[in-house]
């Protein structure tokens, strides 16, 4: 499979718990997104990383949101102490270079906070 | 700041109807614009992207739009609308503000058509 690819698809837990969030970008993109998608806010940009790094790090709502990038390909979301306002779909997203390239969307992963 | 306004939360057309959704940017710069799709449960597509080229600019399953600087607006169109054009429709912008490194999303547009 040539596309992007998140896991899990769908996540349940409880607030207060910790949870991580994984995407495996196309082989050979260098640029990763991250995007989260609620009802009412629409897509919000998270975080954008070039290679291992993160230059733009202004859409992570609050620190209890984290997220890396190893080896220049897999990447994890993390949020620690989860509120029930975190619930939404986190899309992930990767481009040949940068956002002028063709961003290529994974499924996304659904996650609910009870 | 870059941002993006899309007017109708949703749009209904019948069938072989003129599909227009509407877009209307902010930018402090020239910007690069993008029409995105959504199918139910899936991620995101890119239909078609304005680099600074032509401004009328085509895109996948017969999607246009017209990239017009005065008004500040990137219209998609589509002659004929198909029932599988049923889905979300998202509208963005990335300007050199943003090292072109970010996309900033409308709130999307869906698009409901009827037989």
Not at chain 1, 42 to 70: C, H, M, V, W
Not at chain 2, 19 to 41: A, D, E, G, M
Request: neutral net charge; glycine residues 10%.
């Amino acid at each position: 499979g040539a596309g992007v690819s998140q896991s899990p698809s769908n996540k349940v837990t409880e607030k207060g718990k910790d949870v991580e969030l994984r995407c495996d970008p196309i082989s050979g993109h260098t640029a990763l997104y991250w995007y989260r998608q609620s009802l009412g806010q629409g897509l919000e940009f998270l975080i954008y990383f070039q290679g291992n790094s993160a230059p733009d790090k202004s859409g992570l709502p609050s620190d209890r949101f984290s997220a890396e990038r190893t080896g220049g390909s897999v990447s994890t979301l993390t949020i620690q102490r989860t509120q029930q306002e975190d619930s939404a779909v986190y899309l992930c997203a990767s481009s040949e270079r940068t956002s002028v390239d063709t961003q290529y969307f994974g499924p996304g992963t659904r996650l609910t906070v009870l | 700041a870059q941002s993006v306004t899309q007017l109708g939360s949703h749009v209904s057309v019948s069938e072989g109807a003129l599909v227009l959704l509407r877009c209307n940017y902010s930018s402090s710069v020239p910007p690069y614009l993008f029409w995105y799709v959504q199918y139910p449960n899936q991620g995101l597509q890119l239909l078609l992207k304005y680099t600074s080229a032509a401004t009328l600019v085509k895109g996948i399953n017969g999607f246009e739009a017209e990239f017009k600087k005065s008004e500040t607006s990137f219209h998609l169109t589509k002659p004929s609308a198909h029932m599988s054009d049923a889905a979300e429709y998202f509208c963005a912008v990335s300007d050199r503000g943003s090292g072109y490194s970010t996309l900033t999303f409308g709130k999307g547009t869906m698009l409901l058509v009827s037989p």
